[in-house]
């Protein structure tokens, strides 16, 4: 469950935001203050982006939900074990995007989006693989 679930999760996102290529979303400046990692509820978290998550699943061992606010579309997903979390991030990364991690929660988005919400949240970026060789 959890491959497919990565898989839903990154499809969804890259198919939003058109897999990320030539993204604009940045600041482009030097990299802005990052507050401390927030923790708590996939609903907590969604409150402090401004966004009404639109549950997609709904599982002990893994809650993800689609948002969207002023800075774009993502996918939010809180997890109850950190080993789950970075299992889902591993296999997810196979399918590119850029994701905002926190402890026992990801946001998945492309680049300009993730930095926003890293402004509000915290956490760490990561990079899926980059699939724009592959070009269209």
Not at 27 to 54: F, H, I, Y
Not at 73 to 86: E, H, I, N, S
Not at 87 to 109: C, F, Q
Request: aromatic share 4%; charged share 20%.
């Amino acid at each position: 469950m959890k491959v497919a679930s990565a898989a839903l999760a990154v499809t969804a996102v890259l198919a939003l935001a058109g897999c990320g290529a030539g993204s604009s979303g940045g600041s482009g400046g030097a990299a802005a203050k990052v507050p401390a990692t927030a923790t708590g509820s996939l609903e907590s978290l969604a409150a402090e982006v401004k966004c009404k998550p639109d549950m997609q699943i709904d599982a002990d061992e893994l809650r993800q939900a689609l948002c969207k606010n002023g800075a774009g579309k993502f996918v939010l997903a809180t997890f109850a074990t950190d080993r789950g979390q970075r299992e889902w991030i591993n296999d997810a990364k196979d399918y590119g995007g850029h994701y905002l991690v926190g402890r026992k929660w990801v946001a998945v988005a492309d680049d300009g989006v993730v930095r926003s919400l890293r402004g509000t949240l915290g956490g760490d970026v990561e990079a899926g693989a980059d699939h724009h060789a592959h070009g269209g």
